[in-house]
């Protein structure tokens, strides 16, 4: 005897398909990644296929009319800018990705420079390219101050809509004696708060004064709130280097994205931009 079942009762009863249709599990929420990251991924992923692999893309937008004006390039490898300045005084090139490896390769003509800049690659976890020629000559002035204005420029452009970011830095820095700290804040709103005391006038070849400048210099094009308190410290080097050091992993942890903000903008506003 043959034993006969509707073809819809055999949907209904054995169709795994219905029955996660009706079911009433909660489904969590997809994390939500920020565009370069899911683009990597989708990267990494297509290199195991055997078909041809995906070719990455990457944009970049310049505007090269006005002088000194920035150029930023999105592609797999990270949140990058890139500027060029040019004066009658200086040739600057700044090239920053937040996202690198800690590659620093910097010759702004000013030695000591060079080293602090190394020091932001190295503890930021950015990578670093400076190349510059200028007026030094006369004195390492215009240099520092036109390789700082296109550093805040490069991390204005690479930080792009800041969408995602922790946007808040604070970090102690101890090296021997000294001891700074550094607080900021990528708020878009230029602030520098600066109490050093450099007992020299100079570190080698570099005027000490220049050290504040360079900051003021950041802060100004890139749109950022700096505190910057020495704590201790009798060695101009020593003081120097630690405040390098301390801005680089506050700069680092406030570039940093927080996932529990699914790429929101960090702000009650809704946007942070530099006004």
């Known amino acids: 005897m043959e034993l006969s079942i509707p073809h819809r009762t055999l949907n209904q009863s054995f169709s795994p398909q219905s029955r996660l249709c009706n079911s009433s599990i909660h489904r ?4 939500l990644l920020p565009a370069h990251l899911q683009r990597r991924r989708l990267q990494l992923f297509s290199t195991h296929l055997a078909a ?32 060029k300045r040019v004066t009658k005084e200086t040739n600057v090139y700044v090239k920053i990705n937040l996202d690198g490896d800690s ?32 007026d030094i000559h006369i004195d390492d002035h215009h240099t520092n101050e036109d390789v700082a ?27 021997d004696e000294a001891l700074v700290h550094v607080s900021l804040d990528l708020s878009g709103r230029p602030h520098l708060s600066y109490d050093l005391n ?65 790429g929101s903008v960090p702000s009650s506003k809704g946007v942070l931009s530099r006004t």
């Open 149 to 175: 204005l296109a550093i805040g420029t490069a991390l204005l452009q690479a930080l792009g809509d800041r969408k995602g970011i922790n946007r808040f830095g604070d970090f102690s820095a101890p090296l």
């Open 52 to 83: 041809s692999p995906m070719e990455s893309t990457s944009t970049r937008v310049s505007a090269a009319a006005a002088n000194g004006s920035p150029s930023l390039t999105e592609n797999d490898g990270g949140r990058i800018g890139e500027v």
């Open 103 to 134: 590659i620093a390769e910097n010759n702004s003509g000013i030695p000591f420079l060079d080293h602090m800049l190394d020091q932001l690659a190295s503890h930021g976890l950015f990578d670093m390219h400076v190349k510059a020629t200028g």
């Open 28 to 31: 969590p929420h997809r994390l």
């Open 198 to 262: 450099i007992p020299t006038e100079r570190v080698g070849t570099y005027d000490t004064q220049l050290v504040e400048h360079f900051f003021q210099s950041v802060v100004n094009t890139s749109g950022m709130t700096l505190h910057i308190r020495q704590l201790a410290g009798k060695n101009s080097h020593h003081i120097i280097e630690a405040t390098f050091k301390a801005f680089a992993r506050a700069l680092r942890q406030a570039t940093e994205y927080d996932p529990r903000r699914r």
